[in-house]
């Protein structure tokens, strides 16, 4: 009996030791992250290769060239991966523009600027007709049209411009000035006040002043104004002698309401007629700059037999498009007279000259990343000239969002992404970046 006591007792003592050993001392678990580095090493390889074969600039715009290189890789079935990727810093390939608009003016938008292309890639810039208390979710920019009230939407500006959507209004501000000073979304977001109105009209309107450096709020849009080639589509057809296009597809570029036309030669060369007499006088290659009215401008893209797209070079001058006909008081040709409300001038992108005065007639602002612009409403009668139509591009695209949002098909458990910096320099200087990630679905 007493044998058996001590058994019990010892391997009571045992057990005691053990479950004191299991705290004190617990059980080590190694559990490695090759799963994750192998994801990680993955997408750094696939971005390097794509970038070896001359092909990233290519596949950062094409989700669905993309799509085919992956799946030729590493094939979804077999590997059982999920694939995205994001572009940030650039213009993206679909600019959606939400425009407090009429049907007519978006239809003559949606014309001005078909067939886009930046850097050998097209760029689809397309306005839709919204409400300004409810702007689509998938909206990059927003456009405002002709003179309203924008204080009842003060708030709904505020968060359209903190998830990073870019607002631009084209109006002019007649009647009291009080009117515009007491509005909070012109006076705290557009950064603007009414100063007065004048009798008479200015001069001529030009770029206030060259950008400082990368980081100066004119940059952009400068940069986008003289580089970014505006499309010019075919009217009509003509046939010219020598010509490999017969007949020749004939189309015009508006500068300050004159016309001057164009016929496409060839898939390498473009008559113009550059001093708007009706005659072809000057025959142009691509890539060759021409002067048009006294200005210079560079043959960017010939689609065919069907449009061309030229780009604006410093320094271009416009007509008048900050004075309007007044039909309230004072009645007239008048400047409405707006400034920055913090009297930085250095927010000033295009100023009007009147003899010995000047007047703001494009004010940016931007903080906090957001970018908002004002501009007078040039196409008051519905003539619009081609430089005016490239000013207000450039404003949409500067204040559009920059980064491209990732549509999962799939939830997933866990994903890497791998960056990569491309340069483009085609038709202008871009910088961009580029991820591409790799995740495996729940």
Known sequence: MKGQINIIELIFVVVVLVIAFGIFFPGFVYENKWKSAQLLLSSRDLILTIDRMGKLNDYSF?????????????????????AWSEVDGTIQSRVIVACNCTKDQIDRMNFWF???KVNDR????????TQLGNIPEETDVLLIRDYKSLDDFYSNFKNYVAKGVGIVEMMDFPGAGDVINSDRVQKEIFGLRWVETEKGAAQYVEFKRKPNNSTDITYVPYKYFYHVPLPLNKSSTETLAGCDYQPSA????????????FWICSSNSVWFDTDANGVNDTLTNLHQTVTIGGFKFVLNYINDNESIALSFRPNYNFLDFLSYVSQVEPKGRIITHIEPVDDNIE????????????????????TSG??????PDFDRQGKASDNEKMLLLSLLLWSSKKRSVPIFQQPISSGFSSSYINVNNTDMFDVYKFSLGLAHPY
């Not at 097209?122 to 007709?129: A, D, G, I, K, T």
């Not at 927010?347 to 931007?366: D, M």
């Open 62 to 82: 094409n989700k669905i060239a993309l799509s085919d290189f992956i799946d030729n890789i590493i094939p979804a079935n077999k590997t059982n991966l999920i």
């Open 114 to 116: 078909s067939g886009l």
């Open 122 to 129: 097209s760029v689809n810039v397309l306005f839709v007709q």
């Open 250 to 261: 004939k189309g015009y570029l508006v500068l300050n309401q004159t016309q001057y036309a």
């Open 347 to 366: 927010r000033i992108l295009i100023r009007a000259i009147k003899v010995s005065n000047e007047y703001p007639a494009v004010i940016l602002n931007s």
């Open 370 to 375: 957001d970018r908002v612009a004002w501009i």
